[in-house]
């Protein structure tokens, strides 16, 4: 028997390095920046985090490396209410590192070692079948080898756990993949990887949505930054609205919605307020520095969404 709202979480842990600066250099520029910190990352880690501090029932399937940064964000993560009791330490391996420079309109760019993360392998995910399968839901990304999120997504697709894929970075997918995800949510350059359709308008995302749709996939969330997101289930669509927010750093928002929206659904939440409590969460992310440091915990969701009213 399955008890309520049970999600597992597989994914990546990194060490973000984190500078920020006017504006991006040029090849060979050198510019200095304003301000600099190392704080904890990696998509997975990252949804993980907003799951936990927004009220989830989690556990996490990652690695980390030997190193005292493993250590340390194992630590955080029980901070969090995570159960990292599936995180594995990987011998002679460092934790992976994220290099990460925002310019002055919170945007970033990023380069990533993947360090431990390489070693999550389809034989560490069998390892956590019994996990899976007990959960409810299964939240993935695609910083992890991509065919040890396709051993995940067949252990939960053949024991009724919800497959909840953001695919990203983006990336082609096969259609084996595909066919396992009920609910995938892509941003407008992901949706395009995988459909080939230029999504530059609410008409565009309705027909990538519908392209995932014939692959098999039941809810299709296209985000698309500031204008919200396009929701569509088994082809019927709209957008709901994100909040108007001051952003100066935009790290971590996709990931904080997507911990928020799964833990969300998993109170049976409909649809439409499951992301409505997603973009809170992500709106009061972006008004922060960092990955985890910007992710709130719920009362701060709760208060923000009172002030709305």
Not at 14 to 25: E, G, R, T, V
Not at 266 to 294: M, N, W, Y
Request: proline fraction near 4%; hydrophobic fraction near 45%; charged fraction near 20%.
């Amino acid at each position: 028997m399955k008890t309520a709202g049970k999600l597992v979480v597989l994914g990546s842990i990194n060490a973000d390095h984190i500078l920020n600066l006017d504006a991006f250099p040029m090849p060979g520029e050198t510019v200095t920046g304003t301000h600099y910190q190392v704080a904890f990352g990696g998509k997975g880690a990252n949804q993980a985090v907003a799951a936990g501090r927004s009220g989830a029932h989690i556990a996490f399937i990652a690695c980390t490396g030997s190193d005292d940064t493993g250590e340390r964000i194992r630590a955080q993560l029980v901070n969090d209410n995570i159960n990292v009791a599936p995180v594995s330490v990987v011998d002679e391996e460092s934790t992976g590192v994220a290099l990460i420079f925002v310019n002055g309109e919170g945007e970033n760019v990023i380069g990533i070692h993947a360090g431990a993360n390489a070693a999550l392998s389809p034989e560490r995910v069998a390892a956590q079948q019994a996990l899976i399968t007990d959960a409810d839901a299964l939240l993935m990304q695609l910083e992890t080898p991509v065919e040890s999120v396709l051993a995940a997504a067949k252990i939960a697709h053949e024991n009724h756990t919800t497959v909840v894929l953001n695919p990203a970075p983006a990336r082609v997918l096969s259609d084996e993949l595909l066919a396992l995800v009920d609910i995938i949510t892509p941003n407008e350059t992901e949706a395009e990887k995988l459909t080939g359709i230029r999504v530059e308008s609410d008409s565009d995302a309705e027909r990538a949505a519908l392209a995932l749709h014939d692959k098999g996939i039941g809810t299709v969330i296209v985000t698309l930054g500031s204008r919200g997101v396009w929701a569509s289930v088994n082809g019927e669509g709209r957008r709901v609205p994100g909040f108007k927010v001051n952003a100066i750093d935009t790290i971590a928002a996709g990931d904080t919605f997507n911990g928020a929206l799964v833990t969300a659904l998993l109170e049976d939440k409909p649809l439409d307020e499951a992301i409505v409590f997603a973009h809170a969460a992500a709106a009061i992310a972006v008004t922060r520095k960092g990955a985890q440091p910007s992710v709130p915990w719920r009362n701060e969701i709760n208060d923000f969404l009172s002030q709305q009213g």
